[in-house]
């Protein structure tokens, strides 16, 4: 299948090279030329503007934000391009609002949209381990799976309607922030009585709580820098305010979500918007008087 | 070993068989005389009065609060009758004011005090696979560890101050009680745009948070009828005003805990204060207008 | 002076005759025609369309959100057509960002523009005695000012940023939701115990809390009712989100608005969107079994 | 009358003044000698111990906490050696379980006891215009209001049941802390964009909240030192935390109140527990990057 890829960010590379070890024709486009040209040395073409992105079978978009796939794939004029049939499968984590939006626009210009964003790291997405979350028209998300199970542990699928896959994306990134914040808390309370926040951790981790996320997490709040950042804080604020608006918007309060935006912004302020996400767990040691690192 | 045990509640039958598998010489109280009769006819011997309970090598105790040790083990004078170099482990979730004055009271009267709380439920007890929280004086735990093997899994130390074995407790029932409202509030938001909280938490457990606590709560939140109870509301908020306060004495805030606070609150006001304290989680749907059940 | 106003909303019609009143010619523009007639009536102008209104020296607006000034002002083509030198003063309650870009866009257009929300309801903008919270260019404030003095108890001045006029009265609004939320929580802990929340205001407004606010709103809350809205529940969500928003484009967490918000969201799920939004102070006698009306 | 006073904090003096400049006979009791000394070469009798204090007809106690009470009125044996008929005025603010619990000893004690807790600070008490909040038998308020109408501007009864004027006294004070915080909120919000928290407080204490409340608060956070405290930082959270148990006793969530909580601890972690607790408006500068002087 002739595959575009749109934003070789730090997941972008590992995404490529598993589409290209499927077989695929990969056509890549990026703002900076630096991962393009990587990828081209390996077989890939390379895209002079986001529309010849859109000139193939299955287009996959990895943008930051609403406005970053706003402005590459509508306003640069990708999406009016689009080769006849072409499905654009956004991996992005987008607001429920600008899916839906998306959906209706692709819809207008012919293009098959799904809604595809993906639970991992970097390492998981170079290694193929990625938990993708997809949810689209059923024949633009038969076209687009086998691509997507190129890179994933497992596609699991959440309907028709695009949207609703970026619903279940917030609402398990909100479910970390919020272990995050808990385990920060948990271990603030443990220090204040002289117990070791990784003797703690160490026992929640082996017990209740041993999951992947409780095992990441709680090590890099044992380690306590939040440098490098893995997804950066000012992301973490962005997608809990993403949840809380795709909350508003159908009348569901999330008073957990609204302790943890409150928290990022003055993790923010108090200068770590550029640290790991984690980090928002050293609020709660900071307002005990007891700041780590 | 001769060994006391103080309270048979829904954890005390599970306790008493294994101590007596051990090959320990058990004897029993408990206010309510059913449960004694049937361990009785298991070989166990009846204590008439807490105080015979500690003419023993060891006494454990396992009562529902703060208040209840106060009147069966200091009020009732059976501390003061302790036989000589009685170690008494205590295994109920406590207060840290309350667990330090313990410690105090047992040092005055020549007593050892060990703290134990638990995590896990009755079935746990009955097949000896409860994580044990210890703490106290080294050669009173180490008296105490060999009959608190028989029915953990493990026993984790935290030193030689006892209250700092409730403070471990205390944190992980927070991390609990934190976990279901997020569950909620995850599964609410889910379920506004019509994603079933069962395939949220399906992702969810066999992904990022595939450990033992979110499968058994995720799976009575999916239920809905929190009940019965296996640990009631009451108890959930109780242990959570028990982590505000110890954080309180130590000027340590826990944003998080308020929140689960007020929902608890909310919950026994909406009639729900003897039923499992997962239902905590329901106050997410009825606060959206969707209420569970 | 010929005036130009835009919106004849409750308090639309208060502002025109004290206009008129004043001795200025007046060219008015409604959406719907109803409002229009009647001030034709009374030797008001019609405008056929947006632009008309802006045939000026001085045109004031007052729509009821961000969506509709862009729609009515700037997509119409209206302020494109502003006659030389016309300065527009707006008085709707709109987003800081939003301020930013209107002030931006005016100065690209060579529109002067002022921004000045309104403190009172629809009595007061007829009586003449509202507070007027204004900013913007030294020059364009002096031209607009006689106009405002007309309508205003006192004209409050916030320097040359127009912007800082819409944090100021978002500031405001927030205290007000504050205090709603704060009556409802006092009264309901009040009746807790029997003491009836008129005993409970009819104290605080008489003796601390003697300020207008307390007395309107504690009357209202005392009510219970909530019907007919001065100011819909809607609209308070509306502005607590817009001061939840302005505080994170700057870093500042406001952490009693993130309640707030999360009690007006409830209140609309419990179906009092359309109600006033003292009604906000209902959730705290709803969350414990108690509700009101 | 004979009058008894135990007490002599920062309120006591004035207290005492008013109660000799009414014609009464006083008998002041204080743990430390030096405020007894100054009242004495004014007029009044030195009890030697409480129970001297108790040899009157209508003893007024105002005393920091619970705990106070307990030991100077119950542990010291003043009430049980109280003379016949005596009643007991209790102008402290204390919990509600506590306020039950010394109405029921009393009653066995056949002392008559009045809950009378104040609104003002130590210039209102010596000037007598004390806001008075009163609760008790008929009989025994009948006998303590003529001594209370003494130093205050005016005595709000609250019916037979004692407690309930220390819910309202808790109400009261919850409101305060709400609106301190508020204040902090919004000023620095305004500050944020460059308007000066005074510029704020100006408007508003001059429009919809021109109250002593505001006016005096407002000052004091314009001040922005917090020093020296008229109302200390520990006091306030104590007060806010005997609200919330209040609320919980009754379940009823209180969730501005659990804010407030979080913000007091996290203000004395930071060092300012012996400061005003007007310093809690202190937190919202602080967490946005601009504490405070």
Same mark, same amino acid.
């Given at each position: 299948?002739?595959?575009?890829?749109?934003?070789?960010?730090?997941?972008?590379?590992?995404?490529?090279?598993?589409?290209?070890?499927?077989?695929?024709?990969?056509?890549?486009?990026?703002?900076?030329?630096?991962?393009?040209?990587?990828?081209?040395?390996?077989?890939?073409?390379?895209?002079?503007?986001?529309?010849?992105?859109?000139?193939?079978?299955?287009?996959?978009?990895?943008?930051?934000?609403?406005?970053?796939?706003?402005?590459?794939?509508?306003? #640069?004029?990708?999406?009016?391009?689009?080769?006849?049939?072409?499905?654009?499968?956004?991996? #992005?984590?987008?607001?429920?609002?600008?899916?839906?939006?998306?959906?209706?626009?692709?819809?207008?210009?012919?293009?098959?949209?799904?809604?595809?964003?993906?639970?991992?790291?970097?390492?998981?997405?170079?290694?193929?381990?990625?938990?993708?979350?997809?949810?689209?028209?059923?024949?633009?998300?038969?076209?687009?799976?086998?691509?997507?199970?190129?890179?994933?542990?497992?596609?699991?699928?959440?309907?028709?309607?695009? #949207?609703?896959?970026?619903?279940?994306?917030?609402?398990?990134?909100?479910?970390?922030?919020?272990?995050?914040?808990?385990?920060?808390?948990?271990?603030?309370?443990?220090?204040?009585?002289?117990?070791?926040?990784?003797?703690?951790?160490?026992?929640?981790?082996?017990?209740?709580?041993?999951?992947?996320?409780?095992?990441?997490?709680?090590?890099?709040?044992?380690?306590?820098? +939040?440098?490098?950042?893995?997804?950066?804080?000012?992301?973490?604020?962005?997608?809990?305010?993403?949840?809380?608006?795709?909350?508003?918007?159908?009348?569901?309060?999330?008073?957990?979500?609204?302790?943890?935006?409150?928290? +990022?912004?003055?993790?923010?302020?108090?200068?770590?918007?550029?640290?790991?996400?984690?980090?928002?767990?050293?609020?709660? +040691?900071?307002?005990?008087?007891?700041?780590?690192?």
């Amino acid at each position: 299948m002739h595959v575009g890829l749109i934003g070789l960010g730090n997941m972008g590379a590992g995404l490529a090279r598993n589409l290209m070890k499927g077989g695929h024709e990969l056509t890549v486009w990026n703002r900076s030329p630096g991962p393009v040209e990587a990828l081209v040395a390996e077989g890939a073409t390379r895209a002079e503007k986001p529309a010849d992105a859109f000139q193939t079978d299955v287009t996959l978009s990895m943008l930051s934000q609403d406005e970053a796939i706003e402005e590459v794939v509508v306003a #640069s004029g990708a999406l009016d391009a689009a080769k006849a049939g072409c499905v654009h499968v956004n991996l #992005s984590t987008v607001s429920v609002a600008f899916a839906d939006r998306m959906a209706a626009l692709h819809g207008e210009k012919g293009v098959g949209y799904v809604a595809a964003p993906v639970l991992g790291r970097p390492d998981a997405a170079a290694a193929g381990k990625l938990n993708v979350l997809a949810a689209g028209a059923a024949d633009s998300l038969a076209k687009a799976r086998p691509l997507l199970e190129l890179f994933a542990a497992k596609v699991w699928e959440f309907g028709e309607k695009p #949207s609703r896959a970026n619903v279940v994306k917030l609402a398990v990134n909100f479910s970390l922030a919020s272990m995050i914040e808990t385990l920060g808390e948990a271990g603030s309370l443990a220090e204040a009585y002289g117990i070791g926040r990784a003797d703690l951790y160490e026992l929640m981790t082996n017990t209740l709580f041993s999951a992947p996320a409780y095992k990441t997490y709680g090590a890099l709040i044992e380690d306590g820098t +939040f440098e490098p950042a893995g997804f950066k804080m000012t992301l973490g604020l962005k997608d809990v305010r993403l949840a809380l608006a795709a909350g508003e918007a159908q009348r569901t309060p999330l008073p957990i979500a609204s302790v943890l935006r409150d928290g +990022f912004i003055e993790a923010i302020a108090a200068g770590d918007g550029e640290k790991d996400w984690s980090g928002l767990a050293g609020g709660a +040691f900071r307002r005990a008087g007891r700041p780590l690192g």
